[in-house]
């Protein structure tokens, strides 16, 4: 589950090739949608830091990551065809990972597709291997390209990624059982784009796609001597556009516009181990609820440098300035509740600006704005959270989160370094959290008394205030000869106001170095580089009430402790057909755990990858 600026789960946006992978039934906290990608399919991850909300809408309060996937760009020959086959071996895990794929054109028409098998065991963490942490996973995806001429293009691209018994680990105990089987994601989508344009407009971007995202939990309740089958599915349609125009030397614009319906059917069927009795239960959703996203966005970049210039002033100064407006629908009827049909609108807007200082280095800074609109996890959810001991029940009166985001830095960007620094100040405000206060419980037997077994019913409120402060910085030095130096550095902190108490799963300072050698005369490659984690003991009394961070519970809990990992890794290719990658991971075999994580990260872990083109 990836963290921006302390934010994950649907505080942060995840695309891929600009299509939303977030739905309305993403919850808050960690969650595993980011791995129904196949990393064998991405030619580039762009990661925006902090609120992005003007150009894609809600979610993006801690960030947003965009997946690019690969596609054909060579057409040079008629006819050209790269087949590649690709394997994969760890130790940690007993990884076992097959991957073959093409890359092809036929005079203007372009391909790549492929298919990828991936086995893993228990996880090996030090000298232990830990329980149902491994699964099975197959994936395909095709893209089709056509190129009509230089400046338009059409594709359709299809994906699919199947995960089969993914253990949720921490649910395995006295004799429990959870699996996410299957876990599902599906996608097509159909893109154009025209290069070009006349009167000023550049390239139009268009985008079709159909998104189906199907999750199954398989519960066994020990205690209780029941299975549980939960199924949710996601359908969602998406359109969005966007154009580039030039009205005058040193302006540009963009608009954009996007639109997603979301269809969501889900459904509950509990079966008694004993007498093998079935009843069907409502599902974590109403069974045909519809959420449906609108929003539309104006980006102006203003170069002043280049506005001047017919005037001969020289002003190293470019603005960003932007705006934007969403609406959020939903139309649901939880059962006891009634009919939900509520739309939530909001506006946003950025500004930022950057002034070079030399040729090579640049001051910036900017205000922007970010909101999550409340999704159906938030307003129409009816579920049991038997770990929290709640029932999470409807709220459709909810406003949408927001944050401010102050920030400052420098960039670097000279012959042989290359260099950022960032300080940001982010203000939340509506923040929306579970609370119990005043819900009641679900008195099974009616005797108005709250009976053990029986849960309390939670809600979702804007009764969240919270300010999250840090420090990010990253450097590049080329230091000749093939040899370069990276590091990376981040610092975060919350404070939760209304509470009075550390922001929850804020993760403690994170710092990464290493040297970096290839030659320059022979095909190899090598890396040795140190992970440095800090120990994260500001902890929130949700902090101290999950296993995750504190096992034990309560007051006593020290939070994780810091850890370091030293780590080598290369590459050699003896022939263009063969690409031989060796990766010798925490070199000390120490045991540690990433901040809130359900399980602890890998022991000694050695990856070997053999990758063959024909």
Request: proline residues 5%.
């Amino acid at each position: 589950s990836p963290f921006l600026r302390g934010q994950t789960g649907n505080r942060v946006l995840v695309l891929v090739d600009g299509i939303r992978l977030n739905n309305s039934t993403f919850r808050f906290g960690p969650n595993q949608y980011l791995n129904t990608v196949d990393p064998f399919t991405i030619d580039r991850v762009e990661i925006v830091r902090g609120p992005a909300s003007v150009l894609h809408g809600s979610d993006a309060l801690g960030g947003v990551i965009h997946v690019i996937t690969k596609r054909r760009l060579d057409y040079a020959s008629p006819f050209d065809a790269d087949i590649r086959s690709t394997a994969r071996l760890g130790s940690a895990a007993q990884e076992k990972t097959l991957r073959a794929d093409t890359s092809a054109n036929y005079e203007q028409f372009g391909m790549v597709a492929g298919m990828t098998f991936r086995d893993f065991a228990d996880l090996r963490s030090g000298a232990e291997r830990q329980d149902h942490t491994g699964y099975d996973e197959l994936a395909g995806d095709v893209r089709l390209q056509y190129r009509i001429d230089d400046d338009h293009r059409i594709a359709f691209a299809f994906q699919r990624v199947d995960q089969d018994r993914v253990p949720r680990t921490g649910a395995f105990e006295n004799g429990d059982e959870f699996f996410f089987d299957p876990q599902r994601r599906t996608l097509y989508a159909l893109e154009h784009e025209l290069e070009d344009l006349p009167w000023g407009f550049g390239t139009l971007r268009t985008t079709l796609s159909f998104q189906d995202q199907l999750e199954v939990r398989r519960r066994l309740e020990a205690a209780e001597m029941r299975t549980r089958r939960e199924e949710d599915r996601v359908e969602t349609i998406g359109f969005t556009s966007d154009i580039d125009h030039v009205p005058m030397q040193g302006l540009l614009l963009t608009a954009g516009v996007e639109v997603y319906h979301d269809d969501v059917s889900s459904e509950r069927v509990d079966r008694t181990t004993d007498t093998l009795v079935e009843s069907e239960e409502r599902g974590a959703f109403p069974d045909g609820t519809e959420y449906d996203t609108l929003g539309a966005y104006l980006e102006s970049r203003i170069d002043i440098a280049e506005l001047l210039a017919p005037v001969a002033i020289d002003v190293p100064l470019q603005l960003l300035l932007g705006g934007r407006y969403s609406r959020y629908g939903v139309e649901s009827e939880p059962p006891g509740f009634g009919e939900v049909d509520e739309t939530f609108d909001a506006f946003t807007g950025s500004i930022g600006a950057t002034f070079a200082l030399t040729s090579g280095v640049s001051l910036v800074g900017s205000i922007a704005q970010g909101f999550r609109a409340p999704n159906l996890d938030d307003t129409v959810v009816l579920k049991e959270e038997t770990d929290l001991g709640v029932i999470d029940s409807p709220n459709p009166d909810l406003d949408p989160e927001e944050v401010v985001n102050y920030e400052a830095g420098i960039k670097i960007r000279e012959r042989r370094l290359a260099a950022e620094a960032f300080y940001f100040y982010s203000d939340y405000d509506d923040l929306i959290e579970r609370t119990t206060e005043g819900t009641g419980f679900d008195d099974a037997n009616g005797n108005g008394v709250r009976d053990p077994g029986e849960l309390s019913f939670a809600q979702r409120r804007n009764i969240g205030k919270a300010v999250i402060q840090g420090v990010e910085a990253t450097a590049d030095v080329d230091l000749g000869r093939g040899f370069s130096l990276a590091g990376q550095f981040s610092w975060i902190r919350g404070e939760n106001e209304s509470d009075d108490e550390p922001v929850r799963r804020i993760p403690p300072i994170l710092g990464r170095g290493g040297v970096l050698y290839e030659s320059p005369e022979l095909p190899y490659w090598i890396e040795f580089f140190a992970r440095v984690a800090g120990r994260q003991d500001r902890l929130s009394s949700g902090d101290r009430s999950d296993p995750r961070i504190c096992p034990d519970g309560g007051d006593g809990c020290d939070g994780t402790p810091g850890w370091y990992t030293l780590n080598l890794r290369g590459g050699w290719q003896p022939h263009e057909a063969i690409e031989l990658q060796l990766a010798l991971e925490n070199l000390a075999a120490e045991r540690y755990r990433i901040h809130g994580s359900g399980i602890d990260a890998p022991g000694f872990n050695a990856v070997g990858t053999l990758t063959m083109r024909f």
